[in-house]
T-cell receptor, first 114, second 114 residues
Framework: GAVVSQHPSRVICKSGTSVKIECRSL??????MFWYRQFPKKSLMLMAT?????????EQGVEKDKFLINHASLTLSTLTVTSAHPEDSSFYIC??????????FGQGTRLTVV | GDSVTQMEGPVTLSEEAFLTINCTYT??????LFWYVQYPGEGLQLLLK?????DKGSNKGFEATYRKETTSFHLEKGSVQVSDSAVYFC?????????????FGSGTRLSIRP
């Protein structure tokens, strides 16, 4: 079946630095990918929709300059957390549509900002 | 807007017990409904789905029936195993999105005692 690979699975960074998370569709092309954030004991919240070749669409309340999304090819979307702070520590997960209202998810990235 | 509400966890059961995790939804139109599972240290996996009213999704002994009249999609399993310990997410697909944007419930952590 379709596979979405997300990297890295875990990252620890210092406050003020930037972190890039990659999401790749391995055996299919994805013109759209979704980025979610999961808070402890809470749901997965959709952050933004990544569109190949155009600007990402952000959900209300998500800072565009904080969470930079680039979808440069049909198989790769990246999320960069800029000037990270401890409150950005979270579990980030990407997904790509699989047709028929399905989605394929990456393994997720646990970001810890110290 | 569309939303999903599921019972809060954690839920702790003994092996071979009967499981129910409640899920209700609010949506305009006719969404598809899903249960996703996240095993420890792994990404999200689709467990089962239903795309229209009265459909029953089933997989690995789990079942859920799309009840339009009660806007519910409760997850059930007759006899749980230790290996079922995971976080379970109820979700719906945005019926007006052609690219499978998914809205999640808050997740229910299930722990099964041997």
């Amino acid at each position: 079946g379709a596979v979405v690979s997300q990297h890295p699975s875990r990252v620890i960074c210092k406050s003020g630095t930037s972190v890039k998370i990659e999401c790749r569709s391995l055996d299919f092309q994805a013109t759209t990918m979704f980025w979610y954030r999961q808070f402890p004991k809470k749901s997965l919240m959709l952050m933004a929709t990544s569109n190949e070749g155009s600007k990402a669409t952000y959900e209300q309340g998500v800072e565009k300059d904080k969470f930079l999304i680039n979808h440069a090819s049909l198989t790769l979307s990246t999320l960069t957390v800029t000037s990270a702070h401890p409150e950005d520590s979270s579990f980030y997960i990407c997904s790509a549509p699989g047709g028929r209202a399905r989605a394929f998810f990456g393994q997720g990235t646990r970001l810890t900002v110290v | 807007g569309d939303s999903v509400t599921q019972m809060e966890g954690p839920v702790t059961l003994s092996e071979e017990a009967f499981l129910t995790i409640n899920c209700t939804y609010t949506a305009t139109g006719y969404p598809s409904l899903f249960w996703y599972v996240q095993y420890p240290g792994e990404g999200l996996q689709l467990l089962l789905k239903a795309t229209k009213a009265d459909d029953k999704g089933s997989n690995k002994g789990f079942e859920a029936t799309y009840r339009k009249e009660t806007t519910s999609f409760h997850l059930e399993k007759g006899s749980v195993q230790v290996s079922d310990s995971a976080v379970y997410f109820c979700a719906l697909s945005d019926p007006y999105s052609s690219a499978s944007k998914i809205i999640f419930g808050s997740g229910t952590r299930l722990s099964i005692r041997p």
